[in-house]
């Protein structure tokens, strides 16, 4: 940037004269008090905003901000919006601090720069109002303001210059001694004096000229330190007024955005009822009148504390005494409608709060109703009780084979009744258990629920609507009790009892005590063992007598001959308690099965060493049994049939440990873990969007630098060519000039010179010549020719340090300087395109894993979005 007196001299010539001599002020302390600088530039700009404002009848008596708004509205004179926004900077810049919550934002600027946007606000006017003044000037761009610094420097510069003639006039005298005898030779010397005292004298008037500057610099910097203390203190005084203000107002709309925060909870959970209630409806709509009422007090706050500032601003800023005084009565009248509001405010906050908190309680008494009302919505109360109510290792293990089910059917379910009874593949698919056992360890029980709630509903094709409404989970769990029932019908052994879900259960008892009967077919059990289940079938025969008696063909009178049946065929009786018995019966024939097996498979299902349980039992490898044995339950081995099995299992699962009542506790802890997975997926969706944004970004950034790089080569090209034509051009200037004949290299570039034009001359080579003569003559204008160009290489090279060439060689250095830079822009532009195209490799790559992520996410939660 070229330095320059001052960049408002042009001020001097239109209506705008009067900033002016402000102006050189703000240019002149823009250095040392950069401050002073901005308070300067913010007083001319308000005081060109009031001028401009009054002239179109704009009221003069309102505060400046307010007035730059109208004008910039205004229909006999528009304001553009970029010079709205230089307005707007130079004034937030002058204060330090916008209003609150201004859409204008603070946007710190050098004083250098600030003074460049009130030239460009002064040239934007004085073009549409007095042009024919502001066309008279020529070159109007704006320049750096001068320093002292650069001054002094500038006069050590000129000073040397004119040292540097001195140097050259004394020694061309010198030359001149050396050559009195040469008249020729003198009168150029003589010529070439005069010219450089000619440059010497305007150098000495330019010395002449910055010193005065100096001193006027000197004079300027001074005044603007007498006024320095003063001016900042007054303008800081009024930025923390400001600050304190803008604090008040902060605490009033921390307390509205948390009122705002209240109320969106209240009406998230009142939307989220399953049921409307009027009174709670009334006292919603209650809470937004209230809250509205609180919005519009706080709206008002901010509009008086904005125009407090406003006028405060307006009255540091101002030399309009009459303007002072009446801004200054109207913030008295401010501040007491401020106190008015807050005593408003926060009244109604207070009454705001209770009305909340009242509100919870009643949504809370509401919710428990409709509880009640959900329960009675329940079909199978016994399967949707059992589910909710999974757990530990029968959550974990029931997850464990439906997901393996899920992977690959055949290595489970589909496999023949041979494979399921063989040890060693019984052992296969315990390791397969527990290597899903072992993925989902970090997994929480409600997360593990979740994802099987999905698998399951996906398996059985049941429609799959948003879990966050309970009517909508009861159905998807009701249907799964209904999905596996019509599946059973089909099969010609299944039989009715009592309910749809005891139905179930007994059928995948039985066919479970069918499987161990076969596998354990000569199995001897304690007489310990044969009492019990004796003592049960009599307790349960006093019920069912004549089915006893008339179906079965027992007789139950006959202790002796039924214990010995029964030592015989345990697994027999034990399936007639399953058919004939009640729920509490299933508990006693686990209990059983448990001893039965204890002994024989505890290697099996106790692989820990420790005592084992008969919860451990029927929680643990016993269950994995369970399910595979009771395949033969389907006529079809279709995948969407193992709702058939799930459904079994997890009523197994409520007859082992009972529960008094359906509990929603379980599946709001599930809508946690799947609220908290749609806040995540939303996150990562948003992550996606934001980086599909950025590679857009980059591919336009990377379309934009291929196109720099082609401008800049382009224009290295055209520039080395110049360089090149320029080279030969000062050549011809050197030679041509008369500067160089008191170089020390000239002499021989003379005589060169003069020897090949002899040479071309004479270059008359006749027919009679001889060979030898030829050569002779050729080989005598190669060596005058290369002499030549020696001489003309010797003499460029002193022309170029001799002092005499300065203005010319400066192309060289400007070229030079030039494709420096382009260069570099090049090297920059290529480095910038190499890092944006790893940016784009690298960005693309995260956006494509996030694609798949959210897909992954999507596949196990389908109602997330």
């Given at each position: 940037?070229?330095y ?10 239109t209506t705008l004269?009067k900033?002016?001599q ?5 240019e ?11 308070i300067?530039?913010?007083?001319v700009v308000?005081a060109?905003?009031r001028e ?7 009221n003069?008596?309102?505060a ?9 509205y205004n ?19 002058g ?10 934002k ?9 003074l460049e ?13 007095e ?10 761009s704006?320049?750096?303001?001068k ?15 004119i040292q ?36 010497k ?5 330019q ?7 100096i ?12 006024i ?11 930025k ?8 008040l ?5 921390s307390l509205?955005v ?8 209240i ?13 709670i ?36 800023f101002t030399?309009?005494?009459n ?5 200054s ?13 807050d ?22 008494l509401f919710?428990?109703?409709?509880d009640?009302r ?8 016994d399967?949707?009780?059992a589910?909710l ?14 997901s393996n089910?899920?992977k690959?059917?055949s290595?489970i ?11 060693s593949n ?7 258990v527990n290597?899903?056992?072992?993925e ?20 059985s094709?049941?429609q ?10 009861i ?10 029932y019509?599946t059973?019908?089909e ?6 009892y ?14 479970v005590?069918?499987?161990l ?6 199995i001897k059990i ?9 003592d049960?079938?009599?307790?349960i025969?006093?019920k ?8 079965l ?12 049946s ?18 509490a ?8 099965i448990f001893e ?6 505890v290697?099996n299902y106790?692989t820990?060493?420790?005592q ?17 044995s ?7 081995r ?16 409520d ?6 009542k359906i509990d ?6 599930m809508?946690?873990?799947w609220?908290s997975?749609?806040?995540?997926y939303k996150?990562k969706?948003?992550?996606?969007n934001?980086?599909?944004?950025e ?14 790089i082609?401008?800049?080569?382009s224009e ?10 320029y080279?030969?051009e000062?050549?011809l ?15 021989k570039?003379k005589?060169?010179k003069?020897?090949m034009?002899?040479?071309?001359s004479?270059?008359?080579i ?8 030829t050569?002779?003559?050729q080989?005598s ?37 030039w494709?420096k830079d382009?260069e570099?822009?090049l ?8 890092e944006k ?6 960005m693309?790559?995260?956006?494509e894993?996030?694609?798949e ?6 596949e196990i ?5």
């Amino acid at each position: 940037m070229k330095y320059n007196e001052s960049n408002f001299t042009y001020l001097k010539l239109t209506t705008l004269n009067k900033y002016y001599q402000y102006l050189l002020k703000a240019e002149c302390a823009c250095e040392d008090f950069p401050k002073m600088t901005k308070i300067i530039a913010r007083r001319v700009v308000d005081a060109f905003v009031r001028e401009l404002s009054i002239s179109y009848g704009i009221n003069s008596n309102i505060a400046t901000g307010q007035m730059v708004k109208m004008l910039r509205y205004n229909e006999e004179f528009s304001i553009p919006e970029e010079i709205y926004d230089y307005i707007q900077i130079i004034r937030v810049n002058g204060i330090g601090i916008t209003l609150y919550r201004s859409r204008e934002k603070r946007i710190d600027k050098h004083p250098i720069e600030i003074l460049e946007l009130i030239h460009r606000i002064f040239c934007w006017y004085l073009r549409i109002k007095e042009t024919e003044t502001i066309s008279k000037f020529i070159d109007l761009s704006f320049k750096a303001p001068k320093t002292i610094e650069f001054e002094k420097n500038e006069l050590k510069k000129i000073k040397r210059d004119i040292q540097l003639k001195n140097n050259q006039i004394n020694n061309l005298r010198e030359k001149i001694i050396e050559l009195a005898m040469n008249s020729k030779s003198v009168g150029e010397l003589n010529r070439i004096i005069i010219a450089i005292k000619q440059e010497k004298e305007e150098l000495e008037k330019q010395e002449s000229f910055f010193t005065e500057v100096i001193n006027s610099h000197k004079y300027e910097i001074e005044e603007v330190r007498k006024i320095y203390e003063r001016e900042i203190r007054e303008v800081d005084l009024v930025k923390d007024e400001c600050v304190e203000n803008h604090r008040l107002l902060a605490k009033k709309e921390s307390l509205l955005v948390r009122a705002e925060l209240d109320k969106q909870q209240i009406r998230s959970i009142i939307d989220n009822l399953e049921e409307d209630e009027d009174i709670i409806n009334k006292r919603k709509d209650n809470i937004e009148k209230q809250l509205e009422f609180i919005r519009l007090s706080y709206e008002k706050s901010l509009g008086l504390t904005n125009r407090y500032q406003d006028e405060s601003e307006t009255i540091i800023f101002t030399y309009d005494e009459n303007l002072k005084k009446l801004l200054s009565n109207d913030k008295s009248e401010i501040i007491s409608e401020l106190n008015f509001e807050d005593s408003k405010f926060y009244n109604k906050i207070t009454e705001y709060n209770k009305l909340i908190e009242d509100t919870k309680k009643k949504i809370t008494l509401f919710k428990g109703i409709l509880d009640d009302r959900i329960r009675h919505l329940v079909k199978y109360d016994d399967f949707y009780n059992a589910f909710l109510n999974l757990n530990g290792n029968k959550l974990r293990i029931l997850y464990s084979m439906v997901s393996n089910w899920n992977k690959n059917n055949s290595n489970i379910l589909s496999k023949s009744k041979e494979w399921l009874l063989n040890r060693s593949n019984e052992e296969s698919l315990l390791d397969m258990v527990n290597k899903t056992l072992e993925e989902i360890k970090s997994l929480s029980d409600d997360q593990i629920k979740l994802s099987l709630y999905y698998k399951i509903l996906r398996i059985s094709g049941v429609q799959i609507k948003n879990i966050c409404n309970r009517k909508n989970f009861i159905k998807a769990i009701d249907s799964m009790v209904q999905s596996a029932y019509i599946t059973l019908l089909e099969n010609k052994d299944f039989n009715y009892y009592l309910s749809k879900t005891h139905s179930i259960k007994v059928c995948y008892m039985k066919k479970v005590i069918e499987k161990l009967k076969s596998r354990y077919k000569n199995i001897k059990i304690k007489d310990e063992l044969v009492y019990k289940i004796y003592d049960e079938i009599v307790k349960i025969s006093f019920k069912n007598e004549v089915y006893f008696t008339e179906s079965l063909k027992i007789d139950v009178k006959n202790e002796h001959s039924l214990k010995n049946s029964i030592k015989k065929q345990p697994f027999d009786f034990l399936s007639i308690i399953i058919e004939v018995g009640e729920e509490a019966d299933y508990k006693f024939v686990y209990r059983i099965i448990f001893e039965i097996l204890k002994d024989i498979t505890v290697n099996n299902y106790n692989t820990t060493g420790e005592q084992l349980s008969l919860e451990k039992f029927l929680t643990g490898s016993f269950r994995i049994m369970l399910f595979i044995s009771s395949n033969d339950l389907l006529n079809s081995r279709d995948l969407e049939e193992v709702i058939v099995l799930f459904v079994g299992e997890v009523l197994i699962s409520d007859s082992i440990i009972n529960y008094d009542k359906i509990d929603f506790d379980s599946y709001n802890r599930m809508i946690e873990v799947w609220k908290s997975k749609q806040i995540f997926y939303k996150d990562k969706l948003n992550e996606k969007n934001d980086i599909d944004n950025e590679l857009e970004a980059i591919v336009d950034e990377k379309l934009n630098l291929e196109s720099n790089i082609e401008a800049l080569n382009s224009e290295e090209e055209t520039l080395k060519q110049k360089y090149a034509s320029y080279e030969e051009e000062f050549k011809l200037m050197v030679f041509s000039s008369e500067k160089s004949n008191v170089l020390e290299s000239y002499e021989k570039y003379k005589e060169f010179k003069s020897k090949m034009q002899e040479s071309k001359s004479s270059n008359n080579i006749s027919s009679e010549s001889s060979i030898i003569e030829t050569w002779v003559e050729q080989a005598s204008k190669m060596i005058n020719e290369s002499n030549l160009a020696q001489s003309e290489i010797k003499l460029i090279e002193e022309a170029k340090k001799s002092g005499f060439f300065e203005r010319e060689l400066k192309v060289f250095t400007d070229l030079q300087e030039w494709l420096k830079d382009i260069e570099n822009d090049l090297y920059n532009n290529r480095k910038i395109l190499r890092e944006k195209e790893e940016e784009f490799s690298l960005m693309k790559s995260k956006a494509e894993k996030l694609s798949e992520y959210l897909d992954t996410l999507k596949e196990i939660y389908p109602d997330i979005e």
